[in-house]
């Protein structure tokens, strides 16, 4: 779309009938530059259009273009002892929509990132089954397939914010949460084709790196809406995020979700795994520990502005957004804060919330330069509503890493930076 000089207001860079039907009483107020002189980058010839570019094939793999080199996944050194066992964080306050691209999704793991190829991967089922049976991936790709997008969020993922603000970024407070579209095959179809004995009540799912990740999920849950996926955003699974094979668990906590799936094994009791007792436990005020909390409640966050994020370009319209989602199934709602939560205005939903996947929220305002305390709370399907820190704190105390899905706070100053800050 061309930019538009309109006679009665602002230069703006969308149509003017996108920019009235977004935000009406925001025309008066918006503060693009008129075409008073002449911009040489509209009268002059640029370089770019005095020769050639670059043919196709120059890039048989794309990659962004190097003026986004920033929107990178990135890890926070001080938090574990090496990168092997370890994480890192999606770019989140540079990203916008839903898909989040594999390039820069989050990864987790516990012993590196293996290489196992297709021809090399075998997926076991065994256990209380009638026949215990091993695939290969091709016989995976035979099985009827289904497509589904879905967020996975490591149970981790705002744990450092516990005791009181710490990172500086939506990237780091929030950025262990990507969001795919997967293809597979349902859990269900492998786990009839190999015949369920009727004692069995879990599975125990582990992958094929050192360290197995291997962890109990409920049979109920399994046959629900679990699937293997061989796919992601339409391609092969990155290798930090499983290829050749992944499991999915919606809504349920990043843990669950092995990597490099090698066997599944059907029980009737859960095996208590360490990644189930000594880690992925919640620890209450009173010392005692809640277990298998799969479920990641609803959550959301402003991804801009945020401190990576700050406001540059001066008085008037400002698209405040954000993200949020629920393991529970869809968002049903989310409103804004501009004064840590004295009062809310309900945000625009980009489309309508899909369980279990990421939703994206916009809040149109006029920023005059005021100081705001940003914040967003959702509200899913259930009916439940995102908790203050508060209110979370006054339940689970401040022992947990866990599941910390409580309202997030970011202080925009009048020159447009922001910090991350605790209201309450
Ligand atoms: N085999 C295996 N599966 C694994 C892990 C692992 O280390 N090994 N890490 C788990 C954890 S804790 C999380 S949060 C997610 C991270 O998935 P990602 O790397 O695609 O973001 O994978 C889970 N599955
Ligand atoms: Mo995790």
């Not at 981790?156 to 262990?176: I, K, P, R, Y």
């Not at 109990?216 to 339409?234: H, R, V, W, Y």
């Not at 508060?390 to 022992?399: E, I, M, S």
Request: charged share 20%; glycine share 8%.
């Amino acid at each position: 779309m061309p930019d538009r000089t309109t006679t009665d207001g602002p230069t703006i860079n969308t149509t003017r009938r996108g920019f009235l039907a977004a935000s009406t009483a925001l025309v008066a107020s918006a503060t693009a530059a008129r075409a008073a002189t002449p911009d040489p980058l509209i009268t002059e010839v640029q370089e770019w259009a005095s020769g050639l570019g670059d043919g196709v094939d120059a890039t048989p793999y794309g990659l962004p273009i190097r003026f986004e080199s920033d929107v990178i996944r990135r890890n926070v050194s001080w938090l574990t002892a090496d990168t092997i066992s370890s994480i890192n964080f999606t770019p989140i306050h540079a990203l916008d929509g839903t898909i989040t691209p594999a390039g820069c999704a989050f990864e987790r793991h516990h012993s590196g990132a293996i290489e196992l190829s297709k021809e090399d991967y075998r997926l076991m089922i065994n256990g209380l089954v009638d026949q215990p049976l091993v695939f290969t991936y091709a016989d995976l790709e035979r099985f009827p397939r289904v497509t589904r997008t879905y967020f996975l969020e490591c149970a981790a993922n705002t744990g450092m914010e516990w005791a009181g603000a710490q990172l500086n970024g939506a990237q780091f407070t929030h950025g262990m949460v990507h969001n795919m579209e997967y293809t597979g095959v349902t859990l269900r179809t492998l786990l009839n084709e190999a015949g369920i004995k009727p004692e069995a009540k879990w599975l125990f799912v582990e992958g094929a790196d050192a360290s197995s990740n291997g962890r109990s999920l409920p049979l109920d849950k399994a046959l629900d809406d679990c699937m293997i996926a061989f796919k992601a955003n339409g391609e092969a699974l990155r290798k930090e995020h499983g290829y050749p094979v992944r499991l999915i668990v919606p809504g349920w906590e990043g843990n669950l979700w092995i990597k490099w799936l090698r066997r599944i094994e059907v029980t009737d009791e859960p095996v208590e795994s360490r990644e189930e007792t000594s880690k992925y436990t919640d620890t209450m005020e009173n010392g005692t520990s809640r277990k298998w909390t799969w479920v990641m409640d609803a959550k959301s966050v402003v991804t801009a502005p945020s401190p990576q994020m700050p406001i540059t370009h001066g008085h008037g319209p400002l698209v405040i957004t954000g993200l949020a989602w629920s393991g529970r199934g869809p968002v049903a709602k989310v409103d804004v804060s501009l004064d840590g939560g004295k009062n809310w205005h309900e945000a625009r939903l980009a489309a309508p919330g899909q369980p279990m996947a990421l939703t994206r929220f916009y809040f149109d305002h006029d920023w005059q330069g005021e100081e705001m305390l940003l914040q967003s709370r959702v509200t899913d399907s259930t009916g439940y509503v995102q908790p203050t820190k508060t209110q979370l704190r006054a339940v689970r105390g401040l022992n947990s890493v866990y599941h910390n899905n409580c309202i997030q706070t970011w202080w925009v100053k009048p020159n447009g930076e922001a910090e991350n800050v605790e209201v309450s």
